[in-house]
């Protein structure tokens, strides 16, 4: 949301106050990043006059500024330092923090502050306050005597007051003069929760709002009036509502519309802020064009909720001019701290893997551990498994080469809705064929018919996917190229000749079941890692048990992969080559031996030991995070590590090494004693050889509360499992994207192209808002014409 006023420079000559009013000129203000903190923010009386109560109610809003740290600085500046404490928060609510600053100040007066020489009141506005020897507890107490103690007319509880009534609609002068009893009240909020009711389905299926024309005439006046006209059918108390709005107070505009989808959005963050509570969090950053070519940038929060399971949360998007890491760092921090998250509190980085972010001396993660040591970085997995994949086809000449037909083959086949349909009737009688000669299992689901699908670099899994297809349409997919070699045009009948002689080749259909079955093997990791409740412990054993099977299969697989080839090429009647003639084969320590293959069959088995060997070498190097310290030492927590031998030293040094700020000395002391009752108490314990996972070890200790008892080694779970494993959650943030910002939707606001995502991903939590609250929210976003309360 932006507020923008234009006003009149000649009524202002006259005052030119340069304290009360700096800016005489427009100004554009985007209520959704006002600054938090207070040490930096801007004071109220900075801003045009028509300005501020709008303010004023997103900051009252948005409640004081209250970050909880586990520990505050050190003000040295004294003889006895003393330090900023949390617990001062619940004895004064109006209390705010300032990070930057290291000095406290008032909310309220804050949010009617006028601009003043005296030393008094500008101590916890302006200069902040950071004698914290003076808060004591008694009358002597620095924040007592700024409240007034007994004096109910003091400058603070004034602003308090003033607060209160800049809050409460109903005591406004405009509202004093009209009468509005409690059945006209009643009317409104009925009215308004229609509407609530209506954006938030339109925002749950993310779907268009307005319409082209939406006069009374029209045959199509939209979705939200359409969607109203439909409930007034089923409603007459609604449908009298509706016919009695005042015409200055319909609350049906696009604005309004806007507006309560923000206040759904606000709540959702909300919601996902208290889940959080003072617990560490990874942020997992991405970034995409979107459909009008703006730059968006999306934030995704992981961390552990009260009950232990892991949460990968949509926390928003926000559009930077440029993807400079410096740009997208001040862009993070602002949306944190919009909503009291503290930087500090960031335990991991999940990126891509781009230069922008994953820059070892500028990048955005080395920016982000400049300002939190324990902020580890992570590429995201998902994106290290696809691109050892490519790069290992690359790295084989007859690989990628094969990948280059495939591509070439289904656009072939699938270029045009013709070929589409004589593809899909193929296939049909194909499976027809198979299931009559009882080559083919019937049951339900089974033997749909699809189309091929091209496999992209940039998208997990498709190079499976369209290894599949073709081999499941693979009769079709000649029958097409045929009826092209017949009825094409001269340069079409050249290109399906060209592409039917290799795709019936002994060469290509053995390459095609080869990389199936590589692939087949490592999909199951790439789709393991798209999970959002995966921890890095198990994402790092699922690697490795991927590198055991395509060894397993580099040793033992030969035979059945040469055996499944040959059936496949047979009920095809592709021709196989004779494999008797003799061949002197030089491997194995320079000893050479005779073996009975031809030189064709020997270059096959070359290639299949070279294609398995790539992918290996690839993900062995592209996966060398298991010879990270932090990794090794935090796999001493996994339940099926710890039941053989369960290492206390390991994990004393974890926390030493990577966490030694989330523990005091004496903490760390007691949980070597700690890890030595858990071993006897927990690890040797029935129940806990039925765990599997170290997320389930962290439901687990939850659900017996046992999480209470052992707090410092639950303390250390917690911090292993909110560092990142993939980047998905944003990249499915994308995919959302694409479908709310359409290209007939492609001038939404960036504001509104953020909200309706929030509404639409985080779709549970969207739901499950009180209807109520949403009214009341709604009603203090700004000064309305008319009551709710």
Known sequence: MTLSTISNNDDLQSEIPPKRFKNTETEEVDLDSLERDPGLRRQIWEYHPNQRDEIRRVYLNLKAYQPIFQEYPLNKNIKHPRRFQSTWYEQFPWLEYSPTKDKAYCFPCFIFNKPSGCLNQTTFTVDGFDKWKKVRNGKACAFLGHMGKDNVSSPHRNAEKACEDLMNQTQHISRRFENFNDEQVATNRLRLKAHIHVVLLLALQGIPFRGHDEKSSSSNRGNFLKFLDVLTMYNDELSKAIAKAPKNAKYTSHDIQKQILHVFSVRVKNTIREEIGVAKYCIIVDEARDESKREQMSIVLRFVDSNGFIQERFFGFVHVSDTAALTLKDAIYSA????????????????????????????LQALIIKDCKSAYYVHCFAHRLQLAFVVAAKNVTPIHQFFDRLTFIVNIVGSSCKRNDELKNAHADDIAYLIAINELETGRGLN?????????????????????????????????????????????????????????????????????????????LCQTLQSKSQDIINAMELVLSTKNLLQQMRDNKWDDLFVKVKSFCELRNIDIHDFNAPYINK???????????????????????????????????RFSDG????????????????????????????????YAQDFTRDEKEQLEMQLKHYEYNVVKGSDYKNLSTISELCQWLVKTNKSVTYNLIFRVIVLVLTLPVSTATSERSFSAMNIVKTRLRSKMEDAFLSDALMVYIEREIARSVNIEAIIDDFENLKERRIPFS
């Open 336 to 363: 944190l701290a919009h909503y009291n998250l503290d930087v500090q509190n960031i335990r991991g980085q999940g990126y891509d893997g781009a230069s922008n972010m994953r820059g070892e001396f500028n990048g």
């Open 448 to 524: 749909q018919i699809g189309t091929l699908q091209r496999a992209v670099d940039t998208r997990w899994s498709s190079h499976l996917r369209s290894l599949k297809g073709l081999i499941k349409m693979f009769s079709a997919s000649c029958t097409v190229l045929l009826k092209i070699m017949d009825d094409g045009l001269p340069s079409q009948r050249a290109d399906a000749t060209t592409v039917y002689n290799e795709m019936t080749s002994f060469d290509f259909v053995f390459i095609l079941h080869l990389m199936k079955e590589i692939m087949g093997i490592t999909d199951i």
């Open 627 to 658: 010879a990270m310290e932090l990794l090794t030492f935090s796999n001493a927590l996994n339940p099926q590590n710890a039941t053989e031998s369960f290492r206390v030293v390991d994990i004393c040094k974890l926390v030493e090494k990577f």
């Open 587 to 621: 491997r194995g320590r320079g000893r050479a031996h005779q073996d009975n293959f031809t030189i064709e069959h020997h270059y096959r088995i070359d290639l299949f030991y070279a294609s398995i060997d790539s992918q290996l070498q690839e993900i062995n190097g």
